[in-house]
C-alpha cells in the first residue's frame, strides 16, 4: 500500500505571509483556506508571542499549531492529532536568559543595548510598527529579550560572541534582535515533525518559508526552501540548493513560492 503524503507548511508570518505594513494577508486569504481545507498542514513558525499567535488564530478563526517566539514554544499539536501534547517549551525563561545575560556582558556593551519593553510606550509602538492594542500581544514574552544594539559592528560581534558562548543566541526578527536561549525555528520544526511521526505513518514532506536571516535554518532543514522577496535581505545569504524565490513581497510573494513547491511535489 502505498504511503501517503502529508506536506506541513512551516512559515514566517511578517514579511512571509503576512504584508509587512498592514500585517494582513486578504489578497492570499482564499488560497490560503484552500490549503488548510486540502488536509495541508501550515504551522506559524514565528518570533511573535504565544499571545499574538493566539490572536492571529482567533482573527482569522483558524485553529493552527503555531511555533512562537523563534522556536522557543511550540502550541497546539494535539489539533494535529490527539496524543501530542498541547504545549512544549524548548527554551528556559526571559528571567533565567537576562542572567545569563546580566552575568556575561561587560559594563561597556551593556551600555550599547536597549531593552526594548523598558522603554515608553510609544517608542514601542515606533519600534514594533503596531497599533496599541496589538503591542501589548507582542510584549507577552515568556522566553526571548527585545533589544535595539546602539553600538559599532565589531562591538555588536562581539556581543553576539559572547551571548553565543555562553548558551544564548541573537535571533534577528524584521525590526528588533532578540536574546534567546539555544533555540532556533530550525530546532522547534525538527521537534514537532519528530512528535508527528510518533503518532502518524504518513510521509511527511516540509515546506518552509521565510524572508529574513531568523529563516534560513528552518529554510535549510526543510525539504522544500521557500524565500519571499524582501528588499531589505540580501537573498544571495541563503545558499540552498533549488530555492524558490518569489518575484514578489508578501502575500502575494507566499501563495507563488506555495504553488511552486506543491508543484515540485506532484510533479
Known sequence: MKQKKQIIIFTDLDGSLLNKDTFKFDEIEDYFRE??????????????????????NKQYNLNL???????????????????????????????????????????????KITFVLKLKSKEQKEIFGLPLDKMMLAKKRYHSIPIQFNGTESEKNEFINIMTDSGLTIQY?????????????SKAMLKTIELIKEEMDDEIITIGVGDNHNDIEMLNKSDYACLV?????????????????????????WADVI?????????
Open 35 to 56: 490549503l488548510v481545507s486540502q488536509g495541508i498542514k501550515i504551522i506559524p513558525n514565528s518570533s511573535k508571542t504565544k499571545a499574538e499567535l493566539s490572536d492571529f
Open 229 to 253: 522577496k524582501n528588499d531589505n535581505f540580501n537573498s544571495s545569504l541563503v545558499n540552498i540548493e533549488n530555492l524558490i524565490k518569489s518575484s514578489e513581497p508578501s502575500p502575494l510573494g
Open 173 to 185: 526578527g524584521g525590526r528588533i534582535m532578540n536574546i534567546c536561549d539555544n533555540t532556533n525555528k
Open 65 to 111: 499549531s503555531f511555533v512562537a517566539e523563534n522556536g522557543s514554544s511550540i502550541h497546539g499539536l494535539n489539533l494535529i492529532h490527539k496524543n501530542l501534547p498541547e504545549k512544549i517549551s524548548l527554551s528556559r525563561s526571559s528571567d533565567q536568559i537576562y542572567k545569563v545575560y546580566n552575568e556575561n556582558i561587560p559594563s561597556g556593551l551593556k551600555q
Open 259 to 267: 504553488k511552486t513547491a506543491i508543484q515540485k511535489i506532484e510533479t
